[in-house]
């Protein structure tokens, strides 16, 4: 009777990116490894691809022999399911769990095979790349263009109980593959051409990646769930952190950066908010620099906003920005403080945030905001309901206190007591609320402690000029402390407005700021709907208003498709619409700003972002006119070189050609048929130089001058393949076109092909060495055709690649007899005149590719071959 099975087989999965990463090697070098402990280990079925390396790995391994089945006339061998259940080891090596099974064995798909050895109770350890997985199918036909048709269901891989990334990068399995240590040599070129190319490579790893990354966070969520851990762990946000400028800024933009790092594509953004309550008293200007030095360098972006209400800007902001997280620091106020205050910052997001979260994040310090102060109001609207109430409830309470201790306290004493309490409600509800108290403190005073006690009158003349004393003091110590408020609250509006113009001007010195950028910097600044720069006040209209031919206005995020206008061109609202304000920032152009009537103090402010933008403005049209003056520098550089090089170059074949002809002309002198030949051939070569020569030059001033005509077609590689190589000289190395007899037809301009195609084969074939060959090969890749020269020559460091396609310039300008340079730049040109690129890429195991893509012609009808 067979023994019963405990527990079902552990599954381990090898996950590769593509072919080749490893993923067999490490399979095996897992079962030796286990083999060493002691744990029955067999290979299954294991398929090395004749690589050394991996039949090495499996050499000393006890090997199931293989089942052979026939299907439609041809043997296959498979694993052999039955034997190995037989054999039952401990674990079994699996290779390629997404293959498909020959029929005859019970089973189509591998995968299911291994199911049975689990359900039979043994361990499997198994590969397979992430191009097999049944959910990806589709995702990797549209990278790598070309259809996987043996698939296994996500499912039995995400069931393992281990799953290990078996990765490499693109460079390093690339150079794997030109090393032959994948694919025999014979199909290197064309692998490394079309699967094997560094984006698909680079986009198969980034699925890995990602798949693998899922399949961490469903782990991650099973073992919370069983060890009943609650909570949600986001791993993808859009996340804003309010910092102030104190000292735990950094603290909170690191917690908001982990937080945008859970997830691929997560955004980090950082906002200070110069407030009105003047509450950022502790924010240091060069801290604000520092922090954000921090967030750029976490990948993040900076954001200055000025606003009444940190809380409503805050909120807004977030809203704007799509936010998913709010990230705060917590507040270190006390009871008393809030009380007298009112709510804080992060208590009022909480109830605005709907449906953002709100992050307060404990820190060793509380960083206090500062906000540029309204001049409609000194204190918060809670403070301005407490301080009367105060100065009603305080005197009576300290008359209370003082009447049970009755008889310690001299008058002089009792009335400081009073005064006190009198500059205490000053501070907290200004100069009205003491009023009130000085008059509750006058009266109480009187009645209760002054002789005659319970009676609104004073016995001696001392007590009447005391009390007066006391209220006269009262009053004007209560309007000392308002005054004192108030210019310190002006005080803090004049550092924030300092702060914001510091940056703002910093980012004008550095040149870090475009004129769209500054539009959305003043847009979030003030917090208006949309900012823009009209050219003219008619801009402001509505489109049917505007006149015919308006260049249009720079906008701003979030500004409306059509301008509307203000008539006045001074920095006022907008006749009849108050929420529209107009700057001017030069000859016919105003700043137009959209959203929320703006007081004059915000005016202020906005004069001086005006005049940043109108410098940016006139930086813009400097560079305009610079960039238009480029191409007459251009055209005068490129006049110059081909002044110099052709003064050479023109020379020599001249010379050449002229001498051949004079000697042959010479009636003293007689030539054998022999050097009558020579100089002919002299005479033609040279003719023939200067005539490429010349045909180059004026193909190039052609270009420069955009009159090149074009004459495209349906074009067929092979049918300007043999005017490309008769241009070859005689010694050039052998050009491989094998691969060109089924490549498909680009569109073109025949004769310009013919000519980019032999000067990127003359310059593959200076540089390749004796030995080598020249290998030319086509590929459709999507829409296009991408035609390769490679070479085995030294070919060119990567900093020096653009040189190469300058026009006159040759790699190290040292050899001036083989040409002026223009073959490369005149190839690059003509390709692109044909909608095609020329790129330089390295040759895997050294060497240069200049690759030619060009768009793809319909299919031509068969023609026979040559």
């Known amino acids: 009777m067979a023994e019963a099975v405990a527990r079902p087989g552990r599954l381990k999965v090898f996950l590769g990116a593509a072919p080749g990463v490893g993923k067999t090697y490490r399979m095996l070098d897992e079962g030796r490894r286990r083999a060493v402990r002691g744990t029955d280990v067999v290979a299954a079925f294991v398929e090395c691809h004749g690589r050394r390396l991996t039949e090495e790995k499996l050499a000393g391994l006890e090997i199931v022999p293989r089942a052979e089945r026939t299907y439609r006339g041809s043997r296959f061998e498979e694993m052999d399911l039955q034997a190995v259940l037989e054999r039952r080891p401990e674990v079994a090596l699996v290779d390629e769990l997404a293959h498909s099974v020959v029929p005859g064995g019970g089973s189509s798909k591998r995968w299911q095979e291994v199911e049975a050895l689990l359900a039979a109770g043994i361990d499997v350890v198994t590969a397979v790349n992430i191009q097999h997985l049944e959910s990806l199918n589709d995702v990797v036909e549209k990278i790598t263009r070309v259809p996987q048709h043996e698939t296994v269901p996500d499912e039995v891989v995400r069931r393992a109980d281990e799953i290990e990334l078996v990765d490499l990068s693109p460079e390093a399995l690339r150079r794997r593959m030109a090393h032959g240590n994948i694919y025999a040599p014979e199909k290197v070129d064309a692998a490394l051409s079309n699967y094997f190319r560094i984006g698909n490579l680079t986009a198969l790893r980034e699925l890995a990646l990602l798949w693998l990354a899922g399949r961490v966070d469903e782990a991650l969520q099973k073992y919370r769930a069983e060890h009943g851990i609650g909570g949600v762990w986001e791993t993808r946000e859009r996340v804003v952190v309010a910092i102030t400028g104190g000292p735990e800024g950094e603290t909170l933009i690191r917690r908001a950066a982990r937080i945008a790092a859970r997830s691929a594509g997560g955004d980090l953004l950082a906002v200070h908010i110069a407030r009105s309550d003047g509450l950022a008293a502790g924010a240091s200007a060069s801290a604000l620099v520092r922090q954000r030095a921090l967030v750029e360098g976490l990948g993040g972006s900076y954001h200055s906003l000025v606003g009444d209400d940190v809380a409503t800007a805050l909120a807004e902001f977030a809203r704007a920005e799509n936010a998913t997280q709010l990230v705060l620091g917590t507040s270190r106020r006390g009871r008393v403080e809030r009380f007298l205050t009112g709510r804080g910052t992060g208590e009022t997001i909480v109830g605005m945030s709907e449906d953002i979260d709100v992050h307060m994040v404990t820190h060793e310090r509380a960083g206090s905001g500062r906000l540029l102060p309204s001049r409609r109001r000194t204190l918060p609207t809670s403070r301005l309901i407490a301080g009367p109430v105060l100065g009603l409830v305080l005197p009576f309470a300290l008359t209370f206190l003082l009447d049970h201790t009755r008889g310690s306290l001299n008058l002089t004493s009792e009335a400081l007591l009073f005064l006190l309490a009198v500059v205490g409600v000053a501070c907290v509800g200004g100069v009205v609320s003491a009023l009130v108290a000085s008059v509750t403190a006058s009266l109480l005073l009187n009645y209760w402690f002054i002789p005659p006690v319970g009676e609104f009158t004073i016995a001696e003349p001392n007590n009447i000029l005391a009390l007066v004393v006391f209220a006269v003091v009262a009053g004007t110590v209560a309007a000392a402390v308002d005054r004192s408020m108030r210019l310190s609250r002006r005080a803090a509006r004049a550092t924030a407005e300092a702060e914001t113009l510091s940056s703002l001007a910093g980012s004008i010195v550095r040149g870090d700021q475009a004129v769209p950028a500054l539009l959305e910097r003043t847009r979030e600044t003030f917090g208006m709907d949309s900012v823009e720069l009209s050219a003219d006040p008619a801009a402001s209209e509505p489109p049917s208003a505007r006149a015919a031919g308006e260049p249009p206005a720079h906008r701003a995020a979030g500004a409306p498709s059509a301008a509307r206008a203000a008539g006045d061109p001074s920095a006022a609202r907008a006749a009849g619409d108050p929420s529209v304000v107009r700057v001017r920032v030069g000859p016919g152009t105003h700043l137009v700003l959209r959203g929320r009537p703006l007081p004059a103090s915000d005016r202020r402010v906005l004069a001086a972002f005006a005049a940043h933008v109108t410098v940016a403005v006139e930086r813009a049209r400097l560079a305009e006119a610079a960039a238009e003056i480029e191409p007459v520098k251009a055209a005068d550089r490129m006049r110059t070189a081909l002044l110099a090089a052709v003064s050479h170059d023109l020379r020599t074949p001249l010379a050449a050609g002229w001498a051949a002809i004079e000697s042959l002309r010479a009636s003293d002198v007689e030539f054998s048929e022999e050097d009558r030949g020579a100089l002919l051939a002299t005479a033609d070569e040279s003719m023939a130089r200067l005539n490429r020569l010349v045909e180059n030059l004026l193909d190039m001033s052609r270009l420069q001058a955009g009159a090149l005509k ?57 540089h390749t060495p004796p030995g080598r060959h020249v290998l030319l090969t086509a590929s459709a890749l999507d829409d296009r055709v991408e035609i390769r020269v490679v070479d085995r020559g030294p070919g060119i460091p990567e900093a020096d690649r653009e040189s190469a396609f300058v026009p006159f310039q040759r790699l190290g300008d040292t050899d001036n007899t083989t040409g002026v340079g223009l073959g490369l730049a005149l190839s690059r040109g003509l390709a692109e005149a044909m909608g095609g690129t020329l790129t330089p890429e390295d040759t895997p195991g050294g060497g240069l590719t200049m690759t030619l893509s060009l768009p793809a012609a319909p299919a031509l009808p068969d023609r026979p071959r040559t």
């Open 710 to 766: 074009l004459e495209l077609r349906a074009t067929d590689l092979l049918e300007v393949l043999p005017a490309a190589l008769d241009g070859l000289p005689p010694d050039a190395p052998a050009v491989d076109t094998r691969t060109l007899e089924r490549a498909p037809a680009v569109l073109a301009d025949p004769p310009l092909l013919e000519r980019v195609v032999a000067n990127l084969l003359n310059n593959a074939a200076r």
